[in-house]
C-alpha cells in the first residue's frame, strides 16, 4: 500500500512515542521467574504471583501497541483502510485453514 511521505512520517513520529510511552523490560522480573523454576520445591502460589506481575507489563505493552496501531489506522485514506482491510480479512482466512489443518492433524 502506498503512503504519502506525510503519512509515512507521521506512522514513524507514532511509532517513536509508543516506544518511549511503552514500559521497559524489566530483567528481574525474568531472574525471580528463573529462581522460582530453579527451587528445591515448587511454589505454585509465588510463581502465579510473577506470572501475574510480568502479565501486566505485557498487558501494558499489548494496550500501548494497539493505541499506536489504532492512530496509525486512522491515518489512512478511507480507500488505503478499505485495502488494509482486504489483507487483513485475507490473512483471517488463511489462518482459520491453517487452525483447521491444524486441528485435523492433533484429532488422529
Known amino acids: 500500500m502506498k503512503l504519502s511521505e506525510q ?3 507521521q506512522m514513524r513520529d507514532l511509532m ?6 511503552s514500559p521497559e523490560f524489566n530483567a528481574e522480573d ?3 521467574m528463573h529462581k522460582l523454576v530453579i527451587a528445591e520445591q ?6 502465579r504471583a510473577q506470572i501475574t506481575k510480568m502479565m501486566q507489563v505485557q498487558i501494558e505493552r499489548q494496550v500501548q501497541m494497539t493505541r499506536v496501531r489504532n492512530q ?7 480507500e488505503q483502510k478499505n485495502i488494509l482491510d482486504q489483507k487483513h480479512q485475507q490473512r483471517m482466512k488463511e ?6 489443518m ?4 492433533s484429532a488422529q
Open 7 to 9: 503519512q509515512r512520517q
Open 16 to 21: 517513536h512515542q509508543g516506544r518511549q510511552d
Open 30 to 32: 525474568v531472574e525471580a
Open 42 to 47: 515448587f511454589d505454585e502460589a509465588a510463581v
Open 72 to 78: 496509525m489506522y486512522n491515518l489512512l485514506t478511507p
Open 95 to 100: 489462518m482459520r485453514q491453517q487452525v483447521s
Open 102 to 105: 491444524l486441528n485435523q492433524m
